[in-house]
């Protein structure tokens, strides 16, 4: 199977995703729904014909470790590549990116968010699940910067995604597993790299988390992601992460240089043509410092509503948004939010 022949195939019909599993089709995703791309089954070769073609010289990493993360440009599109082993065969899923970062007004997000790149200093969080645009938000904030402003933008990133053209900044990506052993490694030394902008691809542990921190409370501007469904259950994975003698310290250090939380979900749009976005926006104010440094984040849903005045929205009322201006049916509003009676209440 040729696999540029593939990706043609699956940028010509608007896939987001394609995935290789053996015993199966070749499937896409296309509008958020899975679609069979062929006829003919996979075989246990045909998948593994793939993921050396797909891996190259990393192939054996991955025979050793299970999986493997990488991103490549095949047939002129940037694919991010996850490979791995399942039941003992080789599985593959393959994300398509845009071949251009898109501007940061197309992308559907808070008016807030437009602030961010003029911002210098403070810890922004952009967290969804897998698939809901976080790096492409992420990657939409740097290119803005870059054409702005003149600083020292360093990326940690597994696997690089989006490449940068170096403008007015200078723009050092670095590729985890490739030009660094691991985040922690990588976090280690970026102090020490005069940055202005810090980008972590993930925050995935105690000690990413505790140099983010630190980076943002003396002076840097750190953009990072997270996986999490708000920006209440973000404070709390911050936190967790901590060991209970540590956990108030955290919570201080938050309070003082969180400065936005960004939730994101991407939904089948009614007309079936695509996604739309759904943001959430947590703008970090006093009162919300208060309820970070004293542990009272179940209270942050209810501060979060009566702080749109400071560009904050929650998510319910960004999917009553999006179901008022056609984008997604109630269904669909009701499914994805937090208070499914209050969405119901408003959609009838």
Do not use: W
Not at 37 to 65: F, H, P
Not at 261 to 287: F, I, K, Y
């Amino acid at each position: 199977m040729n696999i540029a022949h593939l990706i043609n195939q699956a940028h010509d019909v608007n896939a987001s995703d394609i995935h290789i599993v053996c015993g199966l089709p070749v499937k896409f995703r296309v509008g958020g729904k899975l679609i069979s791309a062929t006829e003919e089954t996979l075989t246990r070769e045909e998948c593994e014909l793939i993921a050396r073609d797909l891996a190259g010289e990393r192939y054996e990493a991955m025979k050793d470790i299970g999986e493997i993360d990488l991103a490549r440009t095949i047939a002129g599109v940037r694919i991010r590549i996850n490979l791995f082993r399942a039941q003992g065969n080789v599985s593959a899923a393959l994300r398509l990116l845009s071949d251009e970062i898109p501007p940061l007004e197309t992308l559907g997000l808070p008016p807030a968010v437009m602030d961010f790149p003029s911002m210098q200093r403070g810890l922004i969080v952009v967290t969804g699940e897998t698939g809901s645009g976080k790096s492409t938000t992420l990657a939409a904030l740097i290119d803005r910067i870059n054409h702005t402003r003149a600083e020292n933008i360093i990326t940690m990133e597994d696997p690089i995604e989006y490449v940068y053209k170096p403008d007015q900044s200078i723009i050092s990506q670095r590729e985890i597993g490739q030009d660094t052993e691991s985040y922690h490694n990588a976090l280690r030394a970026v102090l020490r790299e005069d940055p202005d902008i810090i980008l972590i691809g993930e925050m995935r542990d105690l000690d990413t988390i505790q140099t983010a921190l630190t980076a943002a409370e003396t002076g840097h501007l750190v953009l990072a992601t997270l996986h999490t469904k708000s920006a209440a259950d973000s404070i709390d994975r911050i936190v967790d992460v901590f060991p209970e003698g540590l956990q108030r310290q955290i919570r201080m250090q938050l309070s003082t240089c969180l400065v936005a939380v960004l939730s994101q979900q991407l939904l089948a749009r009614r007309d079936g043509m695509g996604r739309s976005l759904a943001c959430e926006l947590m703008m970090v104010t006093p009162a919300i410092r208060n309820l970070i440094r004293e542990g009272k984040t179940p209270q942050i849903a209810s501060s979060l509503a009566t702080s749109a005045a400071a560009g904050s929205v929650t998510m319910d009322n960004a999917l009553l948004n999006l179901y008022r201006a056609r984008a997604i049916d109630s269904e669909t509003a009701r499914e994805n939010a937090h208070d499914q009676d209050y969405i119901r209440k408003n959609t009838l």
